[in-house]
């Protein structure tokens, strides 16, 4: 795809399209960033928003915020409206969680008649530093029921790097890429190293009971003490070699993000 298309970047303003949108500005592209408050505005419960931001673009970074769902009437304007290329952040392990939310998103995309890449990412570093995690871990204390299963967390810049190429390049039509760190980490293991990283101890509680107690004995984080459940049933995750084999270079080490973040004061 050459430099003269324009690509539209949902989400410009979060943790991936933010990233997103800066390494195709800095590689020359023409990029137009949507979000309730970026350089385009874009809403998803705002129709009146959707065909101002996806006017003229020919490629589509597809995205909603967690518990949106991805309209499929907003699929078909882009689509109709010029739109060749779509690349939807979707997440790893959604079948097995349960996550109707992402299936359908998938479902919609593949089905769109544009050419399509979906992205699979592992749990985000940047959970830790920028997302849900960082209050805990400012707390001294981090609560996930996947007790010692490992996860192979992938850095935010690793994922952009995969969505840009499979924006701008050919080859990557029709496929979907699970996307990990260079190594798998159990979170106890993961919060040991933001602990060294920022100089304090951090405790990590990986049961069940600590969960569902911590979120109020409700309803609601029962449910998701099963999704997570079914996660940990599937066991230590792989690790992929998306981000090398896609971009030529390695991943971002977890320990690398940790020392990184704890020198931006992140957790100060």
Do not use: C
């Not at 915020?65 to 690349?87: H, K, M, Q, S, T």
């Not at 769109?112 to 940047?126: H, V």
């Not at 951090?202 to 999704?227: M, P, Q, T, W």
């Amino acid at each position: 795809m050459t430099h003269d298309v324009m690509i539209l970047v949902l989400g410009a303003t979060g943790s991936t399209g933010r990233r997103v949108t800066e390494q195709l500005r800095a590689a020359g592209h023409t990029v137009r960033g949507a979000s309730r408050s970026g350089q385009a505005t874009f809403d998803w419960s705002d129709p009146g928003t959707w065909e101002p931001a996806v006017s003229g673009a020919s490629a589509l970074y597809l995205m909603a915020p967690d518990g949106v769902a991805v309209d499929p009437a907003f699929v078909a304007l882009a689509v109709e409206r010029g739109v060749e290329r779509i690349v939807l952040l979707s997440s790893g392990a959604i079948e097995a969680m349960g996550d109707e939310r992402l299936m359908a998103a998938e479902r919609t995309v593949r089905d769109s008649g544009a050419e399509w890449t979906i992205l699979r990412p592992s749990w985000f570093n940047q959970n830790f530093d920028e997302g849900f995690f960082q209050p805990a871990i400012m707390a001294g204390e981090v609560l996930m029921p996947l007790g010692d299963v490992r996860q192979a967390f992938v850095d935010a810049d690793d994922i952009a790097a995969v969505a840009v190429a499979a924006l701008t390049q050919d080859g990557h039509a029709g496929r979907a890429y699970e996307i990990t760190g260079p190594g798998s980490l159990a979170f106890g293991e993961a919060v040991d190293i933001i602990g060294r990283a920022v100089g304090r101890e951090v405790r990590y509680l990986g049961g069940d009971e600590d969960y569902i107690a911590a979120n109020g004995f409700s309803g609601e984080s029962i449910h998701a003490a099963k999704a997570f459940g079914a996660l940990r049933a599937l066991g230590d995750q792989p690790v992929a070699d998306t981000v090398s084999d896609v971009t030529g270079r390695a991943p971002k080490t977890f320990e690398t993000f940790a020392q990184e973040a704890a020198a931006r004061g992140a957790w100060s």
